[in-house]
Nanobody
Framework: QVQLVESGGGLVQAGGSLRLSCAASVSLFSIRAMAWYRQAPGKQRELVGS???????NVADSVKGRFTISRDNAKNTMYLQMNSLKPEDTAVYSC?????????WGQGTQVTVSS
């Protein structure tokens, strides 16, 4: 079983920055891919960014140039660096890990951006 724990969310003013962390209970070498998702009230869950076990990353067009996804294999942790935050970035951010044929999800962390 894989456990994922997100942290780093909070309240920030527009234009500010936050770094989210997703700590995994297993080595990232055993995880095929990891991703950050977010869901705002009244909206569908959307993919924010992903990173593979090869280290390649992708982020959504809506956050490109502002958000960066990375990982630290030694700490079994994936990060989402969020800069130039906008009120529309307000959402619950969750991490997902793909291991073998299964998906695992964390509980999520709230990010609120005030204007």
């Amino acid at each position: 079983q894989v456990q994922l724990v997100e942290s780093g969310g909070g309240l920030v003013q527009a234009g500010g920055s936050l770094r989210l962390s997703c700590a995994a209970s297993v080595s990232l070498f055993s995880i095929r891919a990891m991703a950050w998702y977010r869901q705002a009230p009244g909206k569908q869950r959307e993919l924010v960014g992903s990173i593979t076990n090869f280290g390649s990353t992708n982020v959504a067009d809506s956050v490109k140039g502002r958000f960066t996804i990375s990982r630290d294999n030694a700490k079994n942790t994936m990060y989402l660096q969020m800069n130039s935050l906008k009120p529309e970035d307000t959402a619950v951010y969750s991490c997902k890990a793909n291991l073998r044929s299964f998906e695992y999800w964390g509980q999520g962390t709230q990010v609120t951006v005030s204007s």
